[in-house]
């Protein structure tokens, strides 16, 4: 080994000072741009994907582009549309090149919630979790993916929705949010005429504990306009 190295320190030596310094600094500058690339074309993939995202929301369910994306789909029916599986490509490419990324864990929660696909959403907001301890934007989309899989109509088994709505009872709770909040946006969501998101907060203030006769009676008119 030690001949090779000698060997190959002659041959170095012999190259010009001027050419070895040239070299040299080319190796350098292909590694910067090898280091620096892979955040550079992460971010373009997930600046590309948000955009079709955002795109679909405005297209399809501006009146919910304030809400959480995993509540929009049992607000308003969502069409298929190719740009949703064009953005998951473009994630997956962003994954494949830095997998610990948690923003493109978050927008690919969020495609998937839009897709109907909530199994795969719960999955990739869990990995954005895991990478943000302590961010609470996966673990709301998280809960609100398990509400809306219950409202959506036969997306959900009967015997499974209890165990659904235990999980999103949970997390809201753990992040402080309680009865009172969610009643309170509901009947002011009612009383704007606004009846997508009132029956979805009355939804929401049923996991706390029963609705009081006034709002039971609402729910009962809500259910009739949503569900099918």
Same mark, same amino acid.
């Given at each position: 080994m030690k001949k090779f190295f000698d060997s190959a320190k002659e041959i170095i030596n012999k190259i010009p000072r001027k050419i070895r310094r040239v070299?040299?600094? #080319?190796?350098?500058? #292909?590694?910067? $741009? /090898?280091?620096?690339?892979?955040?550079i074309r992460v971010m373009d993939?997930?600046?590309? $994907? @948000?955009? !079709?995202?955002? /795109?679909?929301t405005e297209s399809y369910a501006a009146l919910y582009a304030d809400f959480f994306t995993c509540q929009i789909p049992a607000l308003t029916r969502l069409p298929e549309d190719? *740009?949703?599986d064009q953005a998951v490509a473009l994630l997956e490419k962003a994954q494949n090149l830095k997998p610990n990324n948690p923003q /493109?864990?978050?927008?690919? @929660?969020? $495609?998937?919630?839009? !897709? @109907?696909?909530? *199994?795969? $959403?719960?999955?990739a907001f869990d990995e954005f979790s895991r990478i943000r301890k302590g961010n609470p934007l996966g673990v709301l989309e998280t809960a609100f993916s398990h509400i809306t899989m219950t409202l959506i109509p036969d997306l959900v088994p009967e015997e499974d929705v209890s165990a659904h709505e235990a999980v999103a009872e949970k997390i809201l709770l753990s992040? @402080?949010? *309680?009865?009172e909040y969610f009643i309170d946006e509901a009947d002011g969501a009612f009383d704007r005429g606004a009846h997508a998101a009132a029956w979805y907060w009355y939804r929401l203030a049923g996991l706390f504990q029963p609705l009081p006769e006034e709002a039971a009676q609402r729910v009962d008119f809500l259910d009739g306009l949503f569900i099918d």
């Open positions: 070299g040299l600094l #080319l190796v350098i500058v #292909l590694i910067l $741009a /090898t280091i620096v690339w892979k955040p993939l997930q600046a590309r $994907a @948000g955009k !079709q995202i955002e /795109t679909f190719p *740009s949703l /493109t864990y978050l927008l690919l @929660g969020r $495609a998937y919630c839009l !897709q @109907g696909d909530f *199994s795969k $959403a719960i999955a992040l @402080g949010y *309680s009865f």
